[in-house]
């Protein structure tokens, strides 16, 4: 019988990580891995978007009153206001979409990349206003 060969160390394991990440066109800039700039969405991929975010808040605001209605026997009240709360979440959702307004969660993430740039200053290498030709 025949041995199987051994598998790949682990100490080559970052330099195949990087080699596949350059192929697939990812890059890793201070330990972070950073790809390109996302593609614009399509006007297709738009409108797709738009009509699943209107269908899946009436949705689910509608499951949820049918559901406490039928467990507290409130019909159709709860129905109706949760109806009503899925169809503004939907359209809140779709203004979002379609002005690209940040959510909560996407302006931390960009508060946090400044904060990190701030650190790094303009070149990347000192503190937050070196290089600027600032004089006291």
Not at 81 to 95: E, I
């Amino acid at each position: 019988m025949t041995a199987d060969p051994p598998p790949p160390s682990l100490e080559n394991l970052d330099a195949r990580l990087d080699d596949l990440r350059r192929r697939a066109g990812l890059a890793r800039e201070g330990g972070k891995e950073q790809s390109a700039a996302p593609p614009r969405d399509s006007a297709m991929g738009l409108g797709l978007r738009v009509g699943v975010e209107l269908v899946v808040g009436v949705a689910v605001g509608g499951g949820i009153g049918w559901g406490l209605d039928s467990w507290l026997g409130t019909r159709p009240f709860l129905f109706l206001l949760f109806f009503l709360l899925g169809a503004a979440a939907g359209m809140l959702n779709v203004y979002r979409a379609v002005f690209q307004i940040p959510t909560p969660a996407d302006e931390a993430r960009h508060g946090r990349a400044l904060e990190d740039a701030a650190r790094k200053g303009p070149q990347g290498d000192g503190p937050a206003g070196s290089g600027r030709g600032e004089t006291d």
